[in-house]
């Protein structure tokens, strides 16, 4: 089954190409258009910008993605979470494909997206049939969640964020750093030449039971020590944003590593998969790799690209619901900003 995924949620336009086989998939084509130098210069996505830069980029994506080859399968688009008009215009063209093709539409969750980034690695494929009940790590600009996986679209939410995502975190973070956007990339950088233990920054609900993060505080803690240091009359050098960074970081890190593990080990999974921008963070790649190879637990990781947005994610996921029939009439797709994990659960187990 030859499946093309268009993905528009936010500032990437992506479309992809990928071969689904007794449960494999393999990448024939991946397009990305990134639009973050354009949304650079306002600090942050402008949503207007996004859904008209969208415009411009999404036949062109989709036209190098389909390389001129035979028509696909299967269309598989981002519906939601996400905003509202960039996801109207990836919808808009796969429910116009899908009408003129006369080839079926499934609705993907962005999310759900990101969980089967860990379908596209080779190293995972010869192991695909053996990590259920498997615990999946999200963790994006928008989102942060502890989810267990029983089963292809079975899952259960074990916990979220109570206010900030961590990718909003580290996004926030920066822009009170002034290290620009996106934050992620940036405060890792900068963290490069830094002291992670310099600055002690809380570990929001570290020690308290169940499964719940919360990172707005950590950047108040952030910009107190900020402005402590500025009553002081000392001064904020290149060496203390380096140090704050590095600090801001671990506590982001040391948070997600150490929950993921004890739920890990609580639920008895025999796997831990990872998703989302965040997980492009090399500190965190590296805290899991270390806990879990502690434990024993086999941990996969997708690449650093997909692990940021992309639509190859959103194929693999559309694939694996295609299989399962469940397709939406191209008459009745609909795109939504708020679409939990918790809701695509039709079969929590
Ligand atoms: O998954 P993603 O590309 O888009 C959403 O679905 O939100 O995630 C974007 C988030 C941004 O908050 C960005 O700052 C963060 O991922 N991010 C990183 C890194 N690269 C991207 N955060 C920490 N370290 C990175 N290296
Ligand atoms: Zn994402």
Avoid at 112 to 128: D, P, R, T
Avoid at 192 to 221: C, H, I, N, V, W
Wanted: aromatic share 6%; charged share 20%.
């Amino acid at each position: 089954m030859l499946v093309l995924g268009i993905e528009s949620s936010c500032d990437e336009t992506a479309a992809a190409l990928v071969e689904f086989r007794h449960g494999k998939i393999s990448v024939i084509s991946d397009v990305v258009a990134s639009q973050i130098a354009i949304h650079r210069k306002f600090g942050g996505v402008v949503p207007e910008v996004a859904a008209r830069t969208h415009m411009e980029h999404i036949l062109p994506v989709i036209e190098r993605a389909l390389g001129g080859r035979r028509r696909p399968d299967v269309i598989a688009v981002t519906a939601g979470p996400g905003l509202i008009t960039s996801l109207l215009v990836g919808a808009q063209t796969a429910q116009t494909l899908s009408y003129l093709w006369g080839k079926p539409l499934v609705a993907v969750n962005h999310i759900e997206g990101h969980v089967y980034a860990n379908w596209i690695a080779s190293s995972f494929k010869l192991q695909a049939l053996r990590i259920f009940p498997a615990l999946v790590l999200i963790v994006s600009g928008g989102h942060t969640e502890l989810v267990l996986m029983k089963g292809h679209g079975r899952y259960r939410l074990l916990g979220a964020t109570r206010d900030d995502a961590a990718g909003e975190a580290f996004d926030k973070g920066a822009k009170l750093l002034s290290l620009g956007y996106p934050g992620g990339p940036a405060i890792a950088k900068t963290a490069e030449r830094g002291d992670p233990s310099a600055f002690p920054f809380p570990r929001p609900m570290l020690s308290e039971p169940g499964y719940e993060f919360s990172f707005s505080g950590l950047k108040t803690a952030l910009l107190y020590a900020m402005m402590n240091r500025k009553k002081s009359g000392a001064k904020i050098t290149g060496k203390i944003i380096s140090d704050l960074s590095a600090s801001y970081q671990a506590a982001i890190v040391d948070v997600l590593a150490a929950k993921t593990l004890r739920a890990a080990d609580e639920h008895r999974v025999k796997a831990v998969l990872c998703g989302g921008g965040v997980m492009a963070n090399t500190e965190l790649r590296s805290a899991l790799q270390k806990k879990l190879s502690q434990k024993r637990i086999p941990l996969h990781i997708p690449s650093i690209a997909l692990c940021t947005d992309n639509a190859v994610m959103i194929a693999a996921a559309g694939a694996f619901k295609a299989a399962r029939k469940e397709y939406t009439d191209w008459r009745k797709i609909e795109v939504r900003s708020r679409w939990e994990m918790a809701q695509i659960v039709k079969r929590e187990t």
